[in-house]
């Protein structure tokens, strides 16, 4: 599973970006989709999940309310949506693919992911 990554960039305290995550499978819907982030000297994070229809999503407390994840089946992409970012927002983030739809304590623990893309670096300045 190819996973590509998009969208990272600079941008203000309070603003907006989107990334973009794309792939190549045969059969994306069987995949749940989320983001992490890793910040430089921090572990990665879980920030969010959609599971592979996009009916259920999953989110970190420090995103709830200000990030959307969404995806798109039939363009094999997903996307989160980043609103209202806080300069501790900044850091490399990855999307994932896994095989399964587990529970929380499962989808947030980035070693249970088996397909990654490479990172995209978002910088939010104050």
């Known amino acids: 599973v190819q996973l590509q990554a998009s969208g990272g960039g600079l941008a203000q305290a309070g603003g907006s970006l989107r990334l973009s995550c794309a792939s190549s499978?045969?059969?994306?819907?069987?995949?749940?989709m989320s983001w992490f982030r890793q910040a430089a000297g921090k572990e990665r994070e879980f920030v969010a999940a959609?599971?592979?229809?996009?009916?259920?999503?999953y989110y970190a407390d420090a995103v709830e309310g200000r990030f959307t994840i969404s995806r798109d089946n039939d363009r094999k992409t997903v996307d989160l949506q980043m609103n209202n970012l806080l300069p501790e927002d900044s850091a490399t983030y990855y999307c994932?693919?896994?095989?399964?739809?587990?529970?929380?304590?499962?989808?947030?623990?980035?070693?249970?992911?088996?397909?990654w893309g490479h990172g995209t670096q978002v910088t939010v300045s104050s």
């Open positions: 994932a693919a896994h095989t399964l739809f587990p529970r929380k304590g499962v989808l947030t623990n980035s070693t249970t992911y088996p397909y």
């Open positions: 499978v045969r059969r994306f819907g069987g995949y749940t």
């Open positions: 959609s599971s592979m229809s996009g009916g259920k999503a």
